[in-house]
C-alpha cells in the first residue's frame, strides 16, 4: 500500500524564536533556536552583516580601562540643541567625561568636544534629559548639571545648579511638646522651634502699638508670656490701629486677637524659606542668615541664635527626564546624615520643576509664591514642587510617554498624569496611579515606541501600553515566547541592559554582556523584537578579549545601507565600542561601529587578519505532521535562496556568493549523540552556471531564486531543519517546501 503523502509550504518563517512551545504542538514559522540571522517582514531571513567600526572612524581620547565600565558607558540624542531643529548632538558617556558627536552626519566620526563633570562620583552612571535647547545631567551628584552650546563660539558651556525646594519640613524642636502638639505654647526658648516659627510666616518684622517694626515673636512672648505654637501664623494677630482723624492708619499686632483665636488645630503653613533639596542643613543656615541681614530686628537676642542640624541627604538625583515643559528628578538615596525626625526620606520623592522659561527655572522645584504668605500663598498651574510615590522602594528611571509620565521603580511602575482626562500635567492638577508590580533594576532597558513603553524586569520583558479603554495596562512580552531563555540570563546581566528603538526597521534592540569584561569569558548579545510581528531573535557579537560593546544608540539621522545591495534594510543603530590600545592594554578608545561588513565578519577593521565569523543558524520547530504515533520520511526538500551573486572574482568565481548547509534532525534529537541527525549538506547550489569570458561580465542567470531539490534521509516520528551559514558568504532564505511521506497506521 503506498504511503500517504503530505506537502507543506514554508514562505513566512517570521515567528522568530521560542522556548516555550510543546515538543509536539510547536507553532508553525518559529524557531527552536536561532543566531545572527535577520528577521524580514516579507517572510524571508538572511544572515545579518559583521559589526565593524564606521566608515572613516577616529579613535577618541584615551580613557583608562579601570575607569570605563558597562555602568558608566552611556549614551543619549540631544535633539534641537540650543532650540535650533536642524542641530543634534550623540552624547556619550566614558567615566565622568561627557563626548559630544554631531549626528546630523552620517558616520559621525570624531566629538565636537569632551567635558568632564567633576562634580559627579566616579562610577555613576548619568540620567539626561533635553528641554529648551538644554542639556539637564543627574548622576549622583549634590548638584544637577546644565550644558549649553553657543554656536556662535562655539564651545559647551557647563553649569550646576542645587534642586531648590519649598522647606516644608522645617527642624525637630528640643522641646517634645512642640513636636507632639501642634497647639503647646512653651515659655522657654527654643531655637530650633524658633527657625521654625520664622518659615511659617514670623520671619518678617511687622509694626508694634508706636509703628516701629519689631519682632513679632518676641512681641507675642512678651505680651503673653509664651511663644507660638506650630499651628500659629503672624497674620491672626494683625489688624488696622484705630486712630484720630487725620492720622495715617497703619497695620499693627494685638496681643488680645492671638489670644483670641488660641487652639487652632493643625500646623500652620510652612516653607517661607527656599532651601537645598539635599542640603538642607546647610541652605537653612544661609536662609536664615540671610533674612536676618534683610530684617536684623528678627534676632532672637537676646536669647542664642538657632542651631541648625547638618540634615543632609547621601547622593543626589540619578534620575531626570523631561515632561509636560517641566524637568522631573528622583532616584534619590533613602540615606540622611546628621538630621532628626523631620528629615524627609527622599527615596520615593519625585521632584518637578517650575514651567521652563530659563535656565534658573530648571531646578526651582518649588511654588513662586510663599505659602506662608496671606496675599500669595496659592499653587499655580505653572509651580514646582514634589510628588511621593507611595509604596515606591527606589526609582530607577523616568519615561516620558506623551500624556504620562512612567515612574520605575525597583517594585513597580506607577503613572503621573493630569488628574483629568482632558488635561495635561500641572502643580494643580495630577494624580498617581499604580500601573503594575514588575518594576526593574535595568534603567537603560526602557524603550518606548510610539507611546508604548517596553523593558526589562527580572522575571521578564514587559509592554506597557493603554488598553481599549484607554487605560494604562502592563503585559509580558516573553512568557509565551522566550520565558526560559530570558529565566537564564543572569541578573546582573540584565541589569546593565541597553536597548534603542531602531528607527528604521521598526524594531527594538538590546544588548547585554555576561563574562568578565577584556577576558576570554566576556560575551555579547544582542536580543530584537519586531513588534509587529510579535518575535524575537538574538545576535551574537564576535570577542576576541580587547573590543567591548558597550552601549548603543539610534536615530534617524544615522541610516545605512549596504552598498553591495540597494534592496537591503536601512540601519539607523550606532554600536559605542570601547577597545583596548593596543600598547600596554591600559586604555581604551571608544570608536562607533554599526552592522556594515559584507564578508559577515565582526571587527574586520580593527582584526585585519583573524577577523570574526558572524556565523548564522536557524533550527526550526520540531514538527510531527499531525501525528507523533508514526515514522516519516521527507524523500524530497526543496530550498529556495535569493541568489546574491552578479560578478565574478580575480579567479572568475562567482560573487559575493551565497551558502546555505542543512540536515535534518529526527525523532526529538537535541545533539548528535542520537546518531539522528543527517550529515550538512550544502542547500544553495546552480543547477546551470552561467558561462563568463572575463571580469567585468556580469552574472545575472535571469532567475531571482536559486531552488535546489535535495533528498533528505532518515525517518522518525518528529523532524526538524537546521540551516547554517558557512564564512565569507551570504545567505538568504526565503522558504522551502517538504514532501511527508508517512507510514500507515496500524
Not at 509664591?369 to 496671606?374: A, E, F, I, V
Not at 547585554?512 to 510581528?533: H, I, N, R
Not at 499531525?626 to 562567482?654: C, M, N, W
Not at 539522528?676 to 556580469?698: A, E, H, I, N
Request: charged share 15%.
Amino acid at each position: 500500500m503506498p504511503k500517504p503523502t503530505q506537502r507543506a509550504e514554508v514562505n513566512s518563517f517570521i515567528g522568530g524564536f521560542n522556548t516555550e512551545a510543546s515538543l509536539l504542538n510547536f507553532p508553525a514559522n518559529v524557531s527552536s533556536d536561532e543566531v545572527n540571522f535577520d528577521l524580514n517582514r516579507d517572510g524571508s531571513r538572511n544572515r545579518r552583516l559583521g559589526l565593524d567600526y564606521s566608515t572613516n572612524f577616529v579613535n577618541s581620547v584615551p580613557m583608562v580601562k579601570a575607569d570605563v565600565s558597562q555602568v558608566t558607558a552611556n549614551s543619549f540624542l540631544w535633539n534641537s540643541v540650543n532650540g535650533d531643529t536642524t542641530l543634534n548632538f550623540i552624547v556619550v558617556q566614558t567615566a565622568r567625561f561627557l563626548s559630544f558627536y554631531d549626528q546630523t552626519t552620517l558616520n559621525p566620526v570624531s566629538s565636537l568636544t569632551s567635558i568632564q563633570l567633576t562634580s559627579m562620583p566616579v562610577g555613576t552612571r548619568f540620567d539626561f534629559a533635553a528641554l529648551e535647547g538644554r542639556l539637564v545631567i543627574a548622576g549622583n551628584g549634590q548638584q544637577i548639571a546644565i550644558v549649553e552650546y553657543d554656536s556662535a563660539a562655539p564651545q559647551f558651556n557647563l553649569t550646576y545648579q542645587s534642586i531648590l525646594t519649598r522647606d516644608l519640613w522645617g527642624i525637630q524642636s528640643t522641646i517634645a511638646n512642640f513636636e507632639n502638639d501642634p497647639n503647646f505654647n512653651g515659655n522657654v526658648y527654643d531655637g530650633h522651634h524658633y527657625y521654625n516659627l520664622t518659615n511659617q510666616s514670623w520671619g518678617i518684622p511687622r509694626n508694634d502699638n508706636t509703628g516701629s517694626l519689631t519682632n513679632p515673636v518676641r512681641f507675642y512672648n512678651t505680651g503673653l508670656g509664651r511663644f507660638p505654637s506650630n499651628s500659629e501664623q503672624v497674620w491672626a494677630g494683625l489688624a488696622f490701629q484705630a486712630v484720630a482723624t487725620g492720622q495715617v492708619p497703619f497695620e499693627r499686632m494685638f496681643v488680645n486677637l492671638w489670644q483670641d483665636v488660641r487652639g487652632a488645630k493643625g500646623s500652620a503653613a510652612k516653607g517661607y524659606y527656599i532651601i537645598d533639596a539635599l542640603a538642607r542643613g546647610v541652605s537653612r543656615n544661609v536662609q536664615f542668615s540671610n533674612n536676618l541681614a534683610n530684617y536684623p530686628v528678627i534676632n532672637p537676642s537676646p536669647d542664642p541664635l538657632p542651631t541648625i542640624p547638618t540634615d543632609t541627604t547621601s547622593g543626589g538625583a540619578t534620575v531626570v527626564t523631561d515632561f509636560a515643559g517641566r524637568i522631573f528628578y528622583a532616584g534619590f538615596s533613602g540615606t540622611v546624615t546628621g538630621g532628626d525626625a523631620r528629615s524627609p526620606i527622599l527615596n520615593n520623592y519625585l521632584f518637578f520643576s517650575q514651567l521652563v522659561k530659563n535656565r534658573s527655572d530648571i531646578t526651582k522645584c518649588y511654588q513662586e509664591g510663599d505659602p506662608t504668605s496671606r496675599d500669595s500663598s496659592d499653587i499655580v498651574d505653572t509651580d514646582g514642587g514634589f510628588i511621593r510615590i507611595a509604596g515606591a522602594q527606589q526609582i530607577v528611571h523616568l519615561q516620558n510617554i506623551g500624556i504620562s509620565l512612567l515612574v520605575f521603580a525597583t517594585n513597580g511602575v506607577w503613572a503621573v498624569t493630569g488628574g483629568t482626562t482632558d488635561s495635561g500635567f500641572s502643580a494643580t492638577n495630577y494624580k498617581v496611579n499604580k500601573i503594575t508590580n514588575n518594576g526593574t533594576t535595568s534603567p537603560s532597558s526602557v524603550i518606548v515606541d510610539n507611546g508604548v513603553c517596553y523593558y526589562w524586569s527580572q522575571d521578564g520583558i514587559y509592554v506597557i501600553g493603554p488598553s481599549q479603554l484607554g487605560d494604562l495596562q502592563s503585559s509580558s512580552l516573553t512568557l509565551d515566547t522566550i520565558q526560559k531563555y530570558y529565566r537564564d540570563i543572569p541578573i546582573s546581566a540584565k541589569a546593565n541592559a541597553r536597548g534603542v528603538y531602531d528607527f528604521s526597521n521598526k524594531q527594538l534592540r538590546w544588548i547585554f554582556k555576561l563574562g568578565t569584561l577584556y577576558s576570554a569569558t566576556s560575551q555579547t548579545w544582542e536580543l530584537v523584537f519586531d513588534p509587529q510581528l510579535k518575535a524575537f531573535t538574538k545576535n551574537y557579537i564576535g570577542q576576541n578579549n580587547d573590543i567591548e560593546v558597550m552601549s548603543l544608540v539610534s536615530s534617524a539621522n544615522l541610516f545605512y545601507r549596504d552598498p553591495l545591495d540597494t534592496t537591503s534594510k536601512l540601519l539607523s543603530v550606532r554600536y559605542i565600542v570601547f577597545a583596548l590600545n593596543a600598547v600596554g592594554h591600559n586604555n581604551v578608545h571608544q570608536v562607533f561601529a554599526h552592522y556594515k561588513d559584507t564578508t559577515w565578519k565582526d571587527w574586520a577593521t580593527r582584526l585585519t587578519t583573524g577577523a570574526i565569523d558572524a556565523a548564522a543558524f536557524i533550527t526550526t520547530g520540531t514538527q510531527i505532521g499531525g501525528d507523533s504515533g508514526i515514522d516519516k520520511q521527507i524523500p524530497y526538500l526543496i530550498l529556495h535562496f535569493r541568489r546574491t551573486e552578479t560578478g565574478v572574482d580575480a579567479s572568475f568565481q562567482p560573487t559575493p556568493a551565497s551558502s546555505c548547509m542543512f540536515r535534518g534532525q529526527w525523532n526529538f534529537s537535541d545533539n548528535t549523540n542520537s546518531n539522528q541527525w543527517t550529515p550538512l549538506r550544502q542547500g544553495y547550489r546552480y543547477v546551470k552556471p552561467r558561462f563568463v569570458t572575463g571580469l567585468s561580465d556580469d552574472y545575472d542567470t535571469g532567475y531571482m531564486l536559486i531552488t535546489t531539490k535535495n533528498k533528505l534521509r532518515g525517518k522518525g516520528k518528529a523532524f526538524a531543519l537546521h540551516f547554517e551559514t558557512e564564512p565569507n558568504k551570504d545567505c538568504q532564505i526565503v522558504g522551502w517546501n517538504i514532501s511527508l511521506n508517512a507510514n500507515q497506521a496500524t
